[in-house]
Antibody, heavy 121, light 107 residues
Framework: QVQLQESGPGLVKASETLSLTCSVS????????WAWIRQAPGQALEWIAN???????SYNPSFQSRVTISVDMSKSQFSLTLNSVTATDTAVYYC???????????????WGRGTPVTVSS | DIQMTQSPSSLSASVGDRVSITCRAG??????LNWYQQKPGEAPQLLIY???NLGSGVPSRFSGSGYGTHFSLTITGLQPEDFATYFC?????????FGGGTKVEIK
């Protein structure tokens, strides 16, 4: 059974860079898409970015150029960096495996438990 | 972005009840609608993909229906472990968006 585990700093100062890592166990990083999703307090889930194991990326335009997603197959990990954080980036951050089925069906079939991030002033 | 609206935002039900949750899309998304269950402190779990397909290992009391802009998740015979938050997600656009969630509480 594939398991995902997020790790991160918990607390980040405003204007600094948030770095998160997702460790994948029980399965391979190869052949799949991997994603980051967040949920701010009282808000809906928000998709941030995803990456194919080959390195092809897709980003939510809402994050403009602040975000970078990367994958390290040798470590079975993928990561997210978010620059210039503000209080509105305070959220629980989830990593997930994104399945593409056929030409145009996508769903997140495995998720981590999430890691809370607070941006302090 | 495709807006996803769930209703109700919360509901109270008893074990054994039949419960339905609705998700509406801001534009037609065909069948590209997924449902997830989330319990506090746990990883979200895929329930339904492509509107009506049961995820792996998901009990058959969960079912999904709909097409276009109107979708529903139904739990037939609510079990104690089903008290959780449920949310929908569209994948018609690869700018994936989620509904606000429906919390199912014990009456």
């Amino acid at each position: 059974q594939v398991q995902l585990q997020e790790s991160g700093p918990g607390l980040v100062k405003a204007s600094e860079t948030l770095s998160l890592t997702c460790s994948v166990s029980g399965g391979t990083v190869a052949s799949y898409y991997w994603a980051w999703i967040r949920q701010a307090p009282g808000q809906a889930l928000e998709w941030i970015a995803n990456i194919f194991y080959t390195g092809t990326t897709s980003y939510n335009p809402s994050f403009q150029s602040r975000v970078t997603i990367s994958v390290d197959m040798s470590k079975s990990q993928f990561s997210l960096t978010l620059n210039s954080v503000t209080a509105t980036d305070t959220a629980v951050y989830y990593c997930a495996r994104l399945i593409r089925m056929g030409a145009d069906s996508y769903f997140f079939d495995h998720w981590g438990r999430g890691t809370p991030v607070t941006v302090s002033s | 972005d495709i807006q996803m609206t769930q209703s109700p935002s919360s509901l109270s039900a008893s074990v054994g009840d039949r419960v339905s949750i609705t998700c509406r899309a801001g534009q037609s998304i065909g069948r590209h609608l997924n449902w997830y269950q989330q319990k506090p402190g746990e990883a979200p779990q895929l329930l339904i993909y492509d509107a009506s397909n049961l995820g792996s290992g998901v009990p058959s009391r969960f079912s999904g229906s709909g097409y276009g802009t109107h979708f529903s998740l139904t739990i037939t015979g609510l079990q104690p472990e089903d008290f959780a938050t449920y949310f929908c997600q569209q994948s018609s656009s690869t700018l994936f968006t989620f509904g606000g969630g429906t919390k199912v509480e014990i009456k």
